[in-house]
């Protein structure tokens, strides 16, 4: 059973900069491709980032390119989001998710199955 747990939202002014970070137990974080998803209040969720096993493969959205970093610890079993330049519309839920597929090399959307229970990002203009 994996757990996924995100932390590090929170309020912050348009233009400033957040770090959220997902810890994941129960199995071996570091062969596993994991990303990040946000939902908007009354909006669908969408697939913000995502980041293979080895970290040689990443993938942004491209509302969020050049702004948001996915980054991952292995040996701290952590995944981290790193927003920078930050916009009202980047306010939502942020919903970390984990691949149970082991040292795929190419993460897609469809592969990231379990998720954490999310942590709020609010940005104010």
């Known amino acids: 059973q994996v757990q996924l747990v995100e932390s590090g939202g929170g309020l912050v002014q348009a233009g400033g900069s957040l770090r959220l970070s997902c810890a994941a137990s129960?199995?071996?974080?570091?062969?596993?491709?994991m990303g990040w998803f946000r939902q908007a209040p009354g909006k669908e969720r969408e697939l913000v980032t995502i980041i293979n096993w080895s970290g040689g493969a990443t993938y942004y959205a491209r509302s969020v390119k050049s702004r948001f970093t996915i980054s991952r610890d292995n040996a701290k079993s952590t995944v981290y989001l790193q927003m920078n330049s930050l916009k009202p519309e980047d306010t939502a839920v942020y919903y970390c998710a984990a691949d149970l597929m082991p040292r795929r090399p190419i993460v897609t959307e469809r592969d990231l199955t379990v998720w954490g229970q999310g942590t709020l990002v609010t940005v104010s203009s």
């Open positions: 129960g199995r071996t974080f570091g062969s596993y491709g």
